[in-house]
């Protein structure tokens, strides 16, 4: 059985920075691409950044790009999401997605297995 597990979520103020990690249990993630979503209240989930299989591939959301950074360890089974220079419209819950497969994909309906989510609140 496939699991992940986010943490790192918080509070944090506005221009702050929170690191958020991703742990796969169940399957090696080596040869899969991953992802990080987002969904706020009312809103629907969103595309935030993806990573390849070989981590030489990335793909962001463009109000995050140039502020926040996924990468991976294989060796931990882990994903990871630096995100630096917080705003408030950044405040929602966060999950961690894998895909059966080795490159990106934005649409979260390919993506296979999901995690329950950490909150992220930034406040101005």
């Known amino acids: 059985q496939v699991q992940l597990l986010e943490s790192g979520g918080g509070l944090v103020q506005a221009g702050g920075s929170l690191r958020l990690s991703c742990e796969v249990s169940?399957?090696?993630?080596?040869?899969?691409?991953m992802g990080w979503f987002r969904q706020a209240p009312g809103k629907e989930r969103e595309f935030v950044a993806a990573?390849?299989?070989?981590?030489?591939?990335?793909n962001y959301l463009d109000s995050v790009k140039g502020r926040f950074t996924i990468s991976r360890d294989d060796t931990k089974n882990t994903m990871y999401l630096q995100m630096n220079s917080l705003k408030p419209e950044d405040t929602a819950n966060y999950y961690c997605?894998?895909?059966?497969?080795?490159?990106?994909?934005?649409?979260?309906?390919?993506?296979?297995?999901w995690g329950q989510g950490t909150q992220v609140t930034v406040s101005s």
């Open positions: 997605a894998f895909h059966d497969s080795r490159e990106i994909t934005l649409y979260s309906r390919e993506y296979q297995y």
């Open positions: 990573i390849n299989w070989s981590g030489h591939t990335t």
């Open positions: 169940g399957r090696t993630i080596y040869s899969n691409a």
